[in-house]
């Protein structure tokens, strides 16, 4: 904190930005400075402001929105957002690793173009020398062999290593100031280190990093200062390790509180309802519910065959929670698929309570099919277009043979399992937030009773303290029920917080954590 | 390219049932049809002289093996060999719809990149005018335009046998209404960029709003227009039926219309078969040039054939 | 609260389909003259008040002729249109549907057919079936009817496809459902909806393709009013007399413009919801 005495890079006081026809203020009065070989965090969940103030410092703020208050870049006042201004300052003193929402590299152009482009449009190094410039850029981003990737696009690249190319383009031309707007969201643990590593490299060497996220264990490893926001305002800030100990506000407690990382399994994270501990929880002999033996799956035939699974076995005993991690592309969702029989194997078996699958006659394996559930990663895209709540209740009793009276009862009973008020039951599905789909997606797997359900990416699209309770509940409901849950995730603190045993899928086959 | 055989082979068959579709003894049509008064002797010299006296697989493969080497059969009208008709329409047809093809283009580019602009104005107009030309009947266009530049100006002829001057009404009829389709598609490319995280991206690294314009809005605008290419040639093919009629121009569409009108069916199959060659080899043409421009198509064949 | 998202444009155009379908429906109520009458002594007359569009060859109203001749434009596109729409959509389901083993050979059959039948430009394959049936209305509706089937079936390939890899069919299939349920429920409502939308617009183009063969002589026979051939008999007098190309080129064009903003604020409001 001895940097304070310098110009800071950037500063910003009073920032407020309003949108026409919005009452309250997306951002409402933010003040804050980055120094120098300093980080500073913001903190906070969707719709809390962070995203937009990240813009207001490059003059990115979209053109319908309003904004007050002061912004200085070094010495002088920013340009007006949206000024030409801007261009001389973006990318060389001022850059922003954006948050890859699966196209924020133009899949048209090569990774070279679009990372050599700071130094095409600052005239920084003559084209003959921007090669090299670009392969250096990338290998500090840490991609694997960097040359290879040079005339690759975005769209042939895997989430992580597309992130590292982000990161490369915005730091090639060694600006001073980094706006990383939420780097390492949707990656594993081990792409996460890499980036905040050549982040904080960056910060050593002088520049100063504003860092937008919701990973509190990220921000507590690189910031030197953070702000938690909460609807546009600062709530708290400080040194991360005070407030992160002994936070004041009771968002920022909450916050803390519904952070997978670290809590132990079945402790509940947000619920105050009690917990049976694991220790008390029922042990009966192992029983499996699902036998994966030596399954071998892949697309295409001859040279162009791609092998997704290779002899890949797996169990899932009742009443337990395995957890499985993966990168995407790693064959987590054809493992559902095969486990679900959507999907058949080219080899091997699926038992499901040590019933083959493939030896069974179809009115067999569809009464076989309802001991399953999925709980699948988009819930939106699974309820039929325009369908309620309700409806999507009542068609899944139906599918689970519930005779047609009992429905209605049925189906209240089931959402106030899940704590769906009867109010949400009656609106349309694509009006409810996030956590609330999940809480209709699980219902709606639960209409069937099944003694297992398969869970796809379930919280991966959620802020932490939604994910949390849609946590907990996944918990009580294991309690209550005593399903037994495979969890798919990338998320290695969800996993383990929520698994008995922790599988990684690596190459088409699993190994022990 | 297996595809691509596939569809011309069915292409072929369709022509085939479309001639066993024909009501009345073929024998008869190609004597003149049923006002002919054709003796029985005149009959069954025609049905040997076309084949028609063998069994209908015969036939099929006897047809299939003709087209193969390029053999369209015998006008019935004018008694000589169908590919000979069509030898001399061929070339003015084409030089009609490629210069067409190229206007339609150049007229489109001009819409897209005022779609690529700020000006909500500019937009709205553009957009209005596309509108306008993508449901203007090129045949009313085209009386249009021969009263104005014709009738009150006297700049173009409104009969068009040959030479440069000639030509400028006809393809700036059957341009318009391409021109119009090309740049409604390639609007919605324009607009799905113009939103796109990569924009922003571009932006933040210091490019300017001509830069962001130039080099990724444009060029995705464009991209879903490349993919038109071979539709908006075939329809112009279609088109020339119409035009050619209307400014009296020679080829293929003349001698379409005038074959249709005579029931000269192995002329009107020789046309449509043509065209329906011309489409398929312009459809594998785009495909590599869109490869090109836009890799993910590539990739995308890649992996349609491994996954499906 | 659905209806307002029309949009001002998309009223407006309604109003100019409900107007042309009145035109086709109760045409003598609309038209000043029957349009057929003939008065030799005021042929060829320019637009007046008496008559707004001019008159013709033979003194006929063209101002009737025109609202008389939505009634056989009109009818073609829409039947045609609904034709396409049918045959378009059976074999688009075929061709889009599912790859198993005894379904696959039919399913590549329909998807090259449908390439195929693209691959006729619309116009050529309606002259086409017109030389093998010969000239007249029926034949102009099949034509167009099958000239526009492609590109439907092509739609509906592309929405099957896109719905048996949705999230919505996969939910369905865990739970057990039918193939038929899955498609009657899900499947095929979801995939129709969005080309009824864009039929609106097809229609448009259809009466455009029904009026360039009428232009041909290969419709409606003379002197029936219809908006192609009417411009095929004005047209040797387009100098001497523009209205007679003018106005019925203008319906078509109207009816272009009308179904295309329509059909754009149909789908605008599909997608809000």
């Known amino acids: 904190m001895a940097v304070t005495s310098t110009i800071p890079l950037v500063r910003v006081e009073a920032l407020t930005v309003t949108f026409p026809g919005r009452e309250l203020p997306a951002v409402d ?61 973006r990318g060389r003193r001022a850059a922003l690793v954006p948050q890859d929402a699966l196209g924020a590299l133009d899949p048209l152009r090569r990774i070279e173009l679009e990372v050599g482009d700071a130094l095409r449009l600052h005239r920084l190094v003559p084209p003959s020398g921007r090669r090299e410039r670009v392969v250096q850029a990338l290998a500090d981003a840490g991609m694997p062999t960097p040359e290879q990737q040079l005339r690759r696009r975005s769209d042939e690249l895997s989430g992580g290593l597309r992130q590292r190319a982000l990161v490369a383009s915005a730091l090639i031309a060694e600006p001073e100031l980094i706006v990383a707007d939420e780097p390492t969201t949707a990656l594993d643990a081990g792409h996460r280190r890499r980036i905040l590593g050549e982040l904080r490299r960056r910060v050593r060497e002088g520049a100063g990093l504003l860092l937008i996220s919701h990973d509190l264990a990220s921000v507590r490893d690189v910031a030197d200062r953070v702000l938690v926001m909460r609807n546009g305002r600062v709530v708290e800030h400080g040194d991360p390790r005070t407030v992160f100990s002994t936070p004041a506000h009771p968002f920022t407690r909450e916050l803390i509180a519904a952070s997978p990382g670290g809590k132990p399994r079945g402790s509940r994270l947000l619920s105050t309802s009690t917990s049976t501990s694991a220790a008390h929880r029922a042990q009966p002999a192992p029983k499996p519910r699902l036998e994966l033996r030596g399954i071998v799956t892949g697309f295409g035939t001859g040279s162009l065959r791609t092998p997704v699974l290779r002899h890949l076995t797996l169990e899932v005993n009742a009443g337990e929670t395995v957890g499985l991690l993966g990168e995407s592309g790693s064959g987590k969702t054809t493992l559902l698929r095969v486990a679900l029989g959507l999907h058949r194997p080219e080899a091997g078996r699926v038992l499901i309570d040590g019933v083959d699958r493939g030896a069974t006659s179809r009115a067999d394996s569809r009464r076989m099919q309802r001991r399953i559930g999925l709980v699948p990663q988009d819930p939106l895209d699974s309820f039929p277009r325009g369908a309620s709540g309700q409806s999507v209740l009542l068609d899944a009793l139906r599918a689970a043979g519930v005779a047609r009276a009992q429905r209605p009862h049925r189906a209240s009973a089931l959402a106030s399992e899940v704590d769906l008020s009867p109010e949400l039951l009656h609106r349309d599905a694509a009006t409810l937030s996030g956590g609330q789909r999940q809480r209709l997606a699980i219902a709606r797997a639960l209409a069937r009773e099944p003694e297992l359900l398969l869970l796809d990416e379930p919280v991966s699209a959620l802020d932490v303290t939604v994910q949390a309770r849609v946590l907990d509940l996944l918990d009580e409901l294991q309690e209550r029920r005593g399903t037994a849950y495979l969890l798919v995730s990338h998320d290695t603190d969800v996993v383990s917080h929520m698994s008995d045993r922790v599988l990684r899928l690596e190459k088409g086959t699993v190994s022990e954590r | 390219m297996v595809g691509a055989a596939a569809v011309m082979c069915i292409v072929a068959t369709l022509a085939f049932v479309a001639l066993q579709l024909i009501p009345g003894d073929p024998a008869e049509a190609a004597l003149g049809g049923p006002g002919s008064q054709a003796s029985a002797e005149a009959l069954a010299a025609a049905r040997a002289e076309f084949g028609l006296d063998r069994p209908v697989l015969a036939q099929y493969a006897d047809f299939l093996w003709r087209l193969l080497r390029g053999d369209l059969g015998i006008s019935y009208a004018q008694k000589i060999p169908v590919a000979q008709v069509l030898a001399g329409a061929i070339g003015p047809t084409l030089a009609l719809a490629g210069i067409s093809l190229l206007l339609a283009w150049a007229i489109a580019l001009v819409s897209v990149f005022i779609a690529s602009g700020h000006s909500r104005v500019a937009r709205t107009i553009a957009s209005a005018l596309d509108l306008i030309a993508a449901a203007m009947p090129n045949f009313w266009l085209a009386s249009l335009l021969v009263l104005l530049f014709t009738g009150m100006l006297g700049w173009f002829p409104a009969v068009s046998t040959g030479g440069f001057h000639g030509i400028v009404l006809p393809a700036l009829s059957l341009a318009v209404p391409t021109a119009g389709f090309i740049a409604q598609v390639c609007r919605a490319g324009v607009d799905n960029a113009r939103s796109a995280p990569f924009v922003e991206s571009a932006r933040a690294r210091g490019e300017s709003e001509a830069g962001v314009r130039l080099r990724h809005i444009i060029r995705h605008g464009i991209v879903p227009g490349l993919n038109m290419t071979a539709w908006a040639l075939g329809s112009l093919l279609g088109g020339a039926a119409v035009i050619e009629v209307i400014f009296a121009r020679p080829g293929l569409g003349r001698t379409l219309v005038n074959a249709v009108i005579v029931r000269d069916i192995p002329v009107v199959l020789g046309v449509v078969l043509f065209a329906a060659f011309a489409y398929i080899v312009v459809t594998l043409l785009t495909d590599l040039t869109i490869a090109r421009v836009d890799p993910r198509t590539e990739a995308r064949l890649h992996r349609v054939v491994a996954g499906g | 609260m659905a209806r307002s998202r029309l949009g001002v444009d998309g009223w407006i155009a309604l109003g100019c389909v409900a107007l042309l379908a009145c035109c086709a429906i109760v045409p003598g109520m609309l038209a000043p003259f029957p349009p057929l009458a003939i008065d030799p002594t005021g042929a060829f007359a320019p637009p007046s008040m ?55 050979p039919l399913r590549y059959a329909a998807d090259r057919f449908i390439e195929a039948l693209f691959s006729f430009p619309g116009l050529l394959l309606a002259l086409l079936l017109i030389s093998v049936r010969g000239p007249g209305v029926a034949s102009v509706v099949i034509a167009v009817a099958i000239s526009t089937a492609p590109g439907y079936a092509r739609m509906v390939r592309g929405g099957v496809r896109q719905m048996l890899g949705s999230g919505s069919v996969e939910a369905a299939q865990v739970q057990g459902d039918s193939t038929a349920r899955i498609w009657r429920t899900l499947v095929l409502p979801e995939t129709l909806r969005p080309v009824l939308v864009l039929a609106t617009l097809g229609v448009g183009h259809a009466v455009i393709l029904a009026a360039a063969l009428g232009f041909l002589g290969l419709g409606t026979p003379p002197p029936a009013p219809e908006w192609g051939a009417m411009l095929n008999a004005g047209r040797p007098y387009l100098t001497k007399a523009w209205w007679l190309t003018f106005f019925p080129g203008l319906a078509i064009l109207t009816v272009g413009i009308a179904c295309t903003v329509l059909g754009r604020a149909l789908e605008r409001r599909e997608q809000w919801q």
């Open chain 1, 29 to 89: 009065n933010v003040s804050f400075a980055v120094h120098p070989g300093e980080c500073v965090a913001l903190v906070g969940e969707s719709g809390s402001g962070k995203s937009l103030t990240a813009r207001a410092l490059l003059g990115l703020l979209p053109s319908s929105a309003r904004h007050r208050g002061a912004i200085s870049l070094g010495e002088d006042p920013a340009p007006a957002n949206g000024s030409p201004a801007w261009t001389a300052i």
């Open chain 3, 50 to 104: 008496a008559h707004p569009f001019g008159t013709d060859d033979s003194g006929r109203d063209v101002l009737s002729r025109v609202v008389y001749g939505a009634r056989d434009s009109l009818t073609i596109g829409v039947v045609a249109t609904l034709g396409g729409l049918l045959a378009g959509t059976l074999l688009g389901s075929v061709a889009g549907g599912s790859r198993t083993r005894a379904f696959g």
